[in-house]
């Protein structure tokens, strides 16, 4: 089971740029870095999607629409993973989950990303 902190949301017009930042760890304290880590967002009245995700070794996967507008990055040493997301479109706007990849059951609060047209 595992704890996660997101932060970095907020309101920004078309065309602008916000970075999500995140850490997750582990219930128990024991410090072993994720495999994959992973950004996830959902918009209203949709399922939750994968955006971006990242292995220890850096390699990064990317949903079709964000691809070369949104940079995944990570820290192994703190479990930590952002996501800066330049060139916003107003169908960017939803509720940004970070977790691993596949998602531990337990998710975050989220951050919101609402991007005004």
């Known amino acids: 089971q595992v704890q996660v902190v997101e932060s970095g949301g907020g309101l920004v017009q078309a065309g602008g740029s916000l970075r999500l930042s995140c850490v997750v760890s582990?219930?128990?304290?024991?410090?072993?870095?994720?495999?994959?880590m992973a950004w996830y967002r959902q918009a209203p009245g949709k399922q939750r999607e994968l955006v971006a995700s990242?292995?220890?070794?850096?390699?990064?996967n990317y949903e079709d629409s964000v691809k070369g507008r949104f940079t995944i990055s990570r820290d192994n040493a703190k479990n930590s993973v952002d996501l800066q997301m330049d060139g916003l479109k107003a169908e960017d706007t939803a509720i940004y989950y970070c977790?691993?990849?596949?998602?531990?059951?337990?998710w975050g609060q989220g951050t919101q990303v609402t991007v005004s047209s």
């Open positions: 990242v292995t220890v070794g850096g390699t990064t």
């Open positions: 582990r219930i128990s304290g024991i410090f072993v870095a994720f495999n994959e």
């Open positions: 977790n691993t990849a596949p998602p531990d059951r337990t």
